[in-house]
């Protein structure tokens, strides 16, 4: 449960998440990979504070407009406490494997995820988010996933039991980021499901050789 990520968003993707440039989908992936993980955490803290300095020195120089300000004030704030997500209370002594912020996301921790079985020994639950397309996943222990490649970026967080590609193995809290260079087929652990949130920014691909008829059946 307290595994430390070995497996990290490069710093292009942090650079951009601390910026607030990220859209909502791909940032609700590195947040709750920051959620599991102090190293990235101080590391968005230091590019956020750097971002601060720039910003009131530049501020300090130059006269801005009222709306930009506004604009840039807004930003700062994040979202006005109405629009919020609603939060569910932790029972004390209970370990939720979802940490804020995808628990609120989600409305509850995984026992409240309604599952869609889309092929065998793989569920899902596509999450509503601008962006992209952000699902959980939980693959059954020991099961290989078909292997695919990427029209973009997917990036993968593990929240329960692991898995390992070509690349190496994941645990909770690690984050893996493939691209249109990676054809890979993950295969997760055999000491139990393995539950991940994963982000797509174009539909995946199925590379292997009895598995591209399915290509139309299966969405980003
Ligand atoms: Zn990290």
């Given amino acids: 449960m307290n595994h430390i990520p070995h497996h990290h968003p490069g710093p292009d ?16 992936v590195v947040a709750t990979h920051l959620a599991l993980c102090p190293r990235c955490r101080a590391e968005v803290a230091g590019m956020e504070a750097i971002g601060g300095a720039l910003l009131s020195d530049s501020s300090a120089a130059t006269p801005v407009s009222t709306g930009l300000l506004a604009d840039v004030l807004a930003r700062l704030d994040g979202p006005p406490l109405a629009e919020a997500p609603r939060r569910r209370q932790v029972p004390p002594g209970h370990n939720p494997v979802l940490p804020e912020p995808l628990r609120s996301y989600i409305g509850g921790d995984v026992d409240t995820i309604r599952w869609r079985r889309t092929i065998p020994g793989l569920h899902e639950c596509e999450l509503s988010c601008s962006g992209g397309a952000v699902r959980m996943m939980r693959i059954r222990s020991g099961m290989g996933m078909p292997q695919h ?60 050789r009895f598995m591209r008829w399915l290509n139309p059946f299966i969405r980003a």
Avoid: M, N
């Fill in 149 to 208: 490649t990427h029209h973009g970026d997917e990036f993968t967080l593990v929240l329960q039991g692991g898995f390992t590609d070509g690349s190496g193995h994941y645990l909770r809290g690690d984050f893996a980021s493939t691209d249109t260079s990676v054809d890979h087929r993950p295969i997760a652990d055999d000491d139990g499901d393995c539950i991940c949130l994963a982000f797509t920014d174009a539909p995946l691909r199925l590379t292997g």
């Fill in 13 to 28: 993707l942090l650079l951009a998440y601390a910026a607030g440039t990220l859209a909502e989908a791909p940032s609700l």
